[in-house]
């Protein structure tokens, strides 16, 4: 029997179709991770899908809705891959949960597609015995067929249909063949499966020695071990190559996210800017245009500008893991990070958050180990991303001369950077241990990475997953962020006098930021700095336009009367602690949007925010007398 | 005979394998019993860590932990620490073909 991709229906079981109700008809896909589970769901349903979160967890629920023929649709739920269906991880116990219709909100699926990897069948089949003993109709799909086939493996689908008492479809997901089979029994007719004598589920060898006397029944030949697979780990996990070709990734992330993304970003910042100010033309001067142009505006250009940065991370990401690369780099990765009490797993997020906190609150999505994932949330934006380093620009020019220190490689001021960098890393990392040794220790469930072979990755699977990240962003940190900089704007530019909005400083942000001097005054603040550690709530760069606008000076003086301006209001004290208060503190609203809707509510971002605060508070103190002590 | 000479070159001043941890780059063991807690052990045998299994040791990170184990095709890593933990019948260790390092 050659393994081409073909259908079987189920010779002897009984066929019946579908309920068609009233509501549409729901399908789970359930399958272990890495067999191909998520890029069937995408082939079916293309860009009707949508992402949420579970109530109540951080586990993501995928929906979309296939079309079939007439104009009929079907449901499906793409559930966390899972390789049995005993309830230990959170994401098993969603997967098991929906199947059993214990989960809350939740309809039970109608039916459902089990995705197993062919070429693994043997281990995948484990999985078949506790799904088929739900009783719901269920469709075999026996995924990656041209794989089995190239590596000269077999099995026949009708045998397997025999065996397991249930349909069975050889497809190929990612190239689509077989996919008829697919929608032939999502259009209804279905085989219910027939009642098998399935092992003791508890008995893990006993289901084994069943999905081996299975797989032998049905023919399956395993296919060759995958030898490119065995000829790339030969020099990506090289004692010498594997760590200079991951340091070589490592660099093309971080280049790529960090400055490849700069001109796009400022192109997307001139358009919102153009067209910010285009809007604002049409209107006469009244605090309504300001709102519209410098609160909603500005609010809907502060995120639009990390789209491009998302993209490109999503893309490498993408790129990434569907090659299989992923887990090489995180097995790479494990040592360093197992230091800080994190796994391989944390180090692509934790890079990306060099660029900004906030794709890499997204890309922790990798991290399947719950309290691994939320400890890499929460030191992420302790990580110098590229909006503190207008502040840090700033800062460094007004108050650090330029001189040599290390001959011609390395100025002071130069090393003043270097040094903020070095303080925000140490800040993660002692961070990461006082969480991994108490709130976030480890359920010591042992570090598993599966090695998957390496695959080609497909554009469609990477441009839907760039697609969905970014909707994801833009839609619920969108949100959060348009209110809080609409809520901004009005702090800045009421109460009105006269009808006429107040400077700055008399406005309710000002008002706050005097109040706030006393506060501040220990770290070396005066009122000024006050209102911009308030205005730069919103991202951290906009301390530097509000300080601006406080001194009077016009966006296009340039920064050197306001260098000198900060000279004269800011001791060296009160610099230093500024830069430590900048490196510490969580002034990021996206960030802090985006932990929320991650974590799936206010109290991670809450603790976070309060903790980095108090930390950047401490510090400042510290700085301050520190420096004025050195120096006085 | 040359391959046990091998061996024994090898494995020169090294004690026995007793456990997954001790198996060097290219070596195979059967799985005997695991010292672990119940679901972790039980978690490894869904994946096809079974007593009677043939592991064979594969690459590893730099440094040697955690390294890449092979299980009926199927590659997944562990840390040395869970790894010492999973007992090999020592009699079974022998090195595999070199292709399978």
Known sequence: MSASPSSSSCHGCPVAALPVGAHHRVVGLVGPPNSGKSTL???????RQKVANYPGVTVEERRGRARLDGDTEVVLID????????????DERVTRDVLAGEMAGQQRPDAILLILDSTNLKRHLVLAAPVLALGLPTLVVLNMADELESRGGSVDPAALAEQLGAPVALVSASKGDGIETVLDFLNGAVGVPRALDLPT???VPKCRQWAVRVGDGAGYAAPAPPVWTRRLDAVFLHPVAG???????VVAVFQTIFSAARPVMDLVDAGVRASGAWVGSLLPASALRSLLVEGIWGGVGSVLVFLPQIL????????????GYLARAALIADRTMRKAGLQGKSFLPLLSAYACAVPAVLASRTIENKRDRIATILIAPFMTCSARLPVYTLIIAAFIPERPLVGPFLGTRAAAMLGLYVLGFLAAFGTARLLKSSVLKSDGSPFLLEMPPYRRPTLRQVLLRMYDRSKIFLRRAGTVILGVAVVLW?????????????????????????????????????????????????????????????????HAAGTAGLQAALRHDLTPGGAVALLVFFAFAMQCLSTVAVVRRETNGW????????YMTLLAYSGALVANRVVTLLLG | MRIVLNKSDRRAGLPAPETLADLLAGESGVLTDMDLPEPD??????????????????????????????VEGTEFALRGETAKHIRLDASSVVRAAEEGR
């Open chain 1, 79 to 90: 559930l966390p891959g899972v390789y049995s269906l005993t309830p230990r991880s959170e």
């Open chain 1, 603 to 610: 109290r991670w971002p809450a603790v976070q925010f309060a």
């Open chain 2, 41 to 70: 052990a039980r978690r490894l045998m869904e994946l096809g860590f079974l007593p009677g299994s043939v592991i064979v040791a594969a690459r590893s990170a730099p440094g040697g932990d955690p390294r890449v184990y092979r």
């Open chain 1, 41 to 47: 769901f995408n082939r079916l349903t293309g860009l």
């Open chain 1, 243 to 249: 760590p200079i070709v991951f340091l070589a990734v």
């Open chain 1, 201 to 203: 589920l508890a008995d």
């Open chain 1, 490 to 554: 009005v702090l800045a530019h009421l109460p009105l006098s006269a009808g006429q909005m107040p400077q700055v400083s008399n406005s309710v942000a000002g008002t706050l930021g005097r109040a706030l001097e006393p506060l501040v005054r220990p770290l070396g603040f005066d009122w000024k700095i006050a209102i911009g550690l308030v205005t730069s709530l919103a991202a951290r760069e906009v301390i530097v336009g509000t300080l601006g606008t406080l001194y009077g000076m016009d």
């Open chain 1, 312 to 323: 490109i991370l999503f893309l490498f990401i993408g790129l990434l893991e569907d090659s």
